[in-house]
């Protein structure tokens, strides 16, 4: 080949070289390339007074009962009052997108010996009942809980 052919060859690669740079990712939506359209729940549906069950380690005779009472702060966020044997825990922590989950932080008060502190998660089933998790700080697994309203 001559080394004419090579420097037009070296160009013309060159050359297209932008244009595959301009090729468009994914969908604005996402990889799936579905829409995020307007939140599809209302982070009121959390408010109220919950009876909630939930597992615990083997040695606190769980499934476990106690109420979970959602209310708001002066914030308009979530806020939450987990009654459990001990002071009560309190929740607090951010909606998800579609206004369906809340996630954040619990911790009881000072009061108890040992209080507990961790993260949870909680899901919006429907108007009679939430589903999710909780863990305990240092524990390595997450337990289920549960809540029908009152």
């Keep these: 080949m001559s080394l004419q ?3 037009l060859l070296a160009v013309l690669v060159l050359a297209a070289a932008p244009a595959q740079a301009q090729l468009s990712g994914p969908p604005a939506g996402g990889p799936t ?19 909630l069950s939930w597992d615990g380690p083997i040695d606190f005779r769980c499934p476990c009962r106690g109420t979970l009472t ?3 702060n002066r914030n ?5 009052h987990w009654k459990m ?21 619990f911790a009881q008060s000072g009061d108890a010996d040992f209080p507990m502190r961790g ?5 919006y089933r429907d108007e009679r009942t939430l589903t999710g998790s909780y ?11 549960s809540g029908s309203r009152l």
């Design 70 to 72: 959602i209310s708001t």
């Design 5 to 7: 052919r090579l420097m």
């Design 85 to 105: 044997n001990g002071p009560a825990a309190r929740l607090s922590g951010p909606m998800g997108f579609n206004q369906d989950v809340w996630i954040g932080r």
């Design 135 to 145: 863990q305990p700080d240092g524990t390595a697994i997450p337990f289920r809980w």
């Design 76 to 80: 308009g966020d979530l806020e939450g």
């Design 119 to 123: 993260h949870f998660r909680l899901e």
């Design 33 to 51: 390339g579905q829409f995020l359209g307007p939140p599809t729940g209302n982070a009121a549906d959390f408010l109220g007074v919950w009876d």
